[in-house]
């Protein structure tokens, strides 16, 4: 089963994933499709807020955050990670639950990029905000970090995400019954 959808005036068939025995989600994945990534990032740009650096989890928003930069002609962007890194200094963290990760992670970020970040306008990013917990963790680490979060933004709000007013995305993604079928967004 498939969902066909335009996004950034490209039409996408998204495969339909068992998240349970009652619902479906769209599969949205932008790696290895550059057009899409390209066409998502230019139409995220024309509704951001100003910002003096993005941050995005890893690792599905890496693609978008970083095409992102290179469209604005910013030369940085930071990424929150799932694990800590040997060259990271200072590392700090926040625990997180995705809709389409099994069980609690950890989310670090590197001390080298939170004193960059510290006083600067930041805009959080990610490719599809579901629940709101990843973006709600990255949030808190920018905040720790003492970055003043100036917008969260998404190329599709799924479910309930899509009545948020506190993000910005260009198309809501329904969830689907067992059958494949759309549910109303409520």
Same mark, same amino acid.
């Given at each position: 089963?498939?969902?066909?959808?335009?996004? *950034?005036?490209?039409?996408?068939?998204?495969?339909?994933?068992?998240?349970?025995?009652?619902?479906?989600?769209?599969?949205?994945?932008?790696?290895?499709?550059?057009?899409?990534?390209?066409?998502? *990032?230019?139409?995220?740009?024309?509704?951001?807020?100003?910002?003096?650096?993005?941050?995005?989890?890893?690792?599905?928003?890496?693609?978008?955050?970083?095409?992102?930069?290179?469209?604005?002609?910013?030369?940085?962007?930071?990424?929150?990670?799932?694990?800590?890194?040997?060259?990271?200094?200072?590392?700090?963290?926040?625990?997180?639950?995705?809709?389409?990760?099994?069980?609690?992670?950890?989310?670090?970020?590197?001390?080298?990029?939170? /004193?960059?970040? *510290?006083?600067? /306008?930041?805009?959080?990013?990610?490719?599809?905000?579901?629940?709101?917990?990843?973006?709600?963790?990255?949030?808190?680490?920018?905040?720790?970090?003492?970055?003043?979060?100036?917008?969260?933004?998404?190329?599709?709000?799924?479910?309930?995400?899509?009545?948020?007013?506190?993000?910005?995305?260009?198309?809501?993604?329904?969830?689907?019954?067992?059958?494949?079928?759309?549910?109303?967004?409520?």
């Amino acid at each position: 089963m498939t969902y066909q959808m335009e996004i *950034a005036g490209l039409t996408r068939n998204l495969p339909l994933c068992p998240l349970n025995d009652d619902l479906n989600i769209g599969a949205f994945v932008i790696f290895g499709d550059v057009e899409l990534t390209c066409a998502c *990032a230019a139409e995220l740009l024309k509704i951001a807020p100003d910002f003096d650096y993005m941050v995005a989890p890893e690792a599905k928003a890496i693609p978008l955050v970083h095409e992102m930069a290179r469209q604005s002609g910013r030369n940085t962007y930071f990424l929150v990670r799932k694990a800590p890194k040997l060259y990271m200094d200072g590392v700090f963290a926040v625990e997180d639950q995705s809709i389409t990760t099994k069980g609690k992670q950890m989310l670090y970020m590197d001390g080298t990029d939170a /004193r960059k970040i *510290a006083g600067k /306008r930041i805009l959080i990013l990610d490719d599809v905000i579901s629940t709101g917990g990843s973006i709600a963790a990255v949030e808190s680490l920018v905040k720790q970090a003492g970055g003043q979060v100036v917008g969260r933004m998404a190329i599709l709000a799924e479910g309930k995400a899509a009545l948020r007013d506190d993000i910005l995305f260009l198309k809501p993604l329904p969830l689907f019954d067992k059958a494949g079928n759309p549910l109303p967004i409520e």
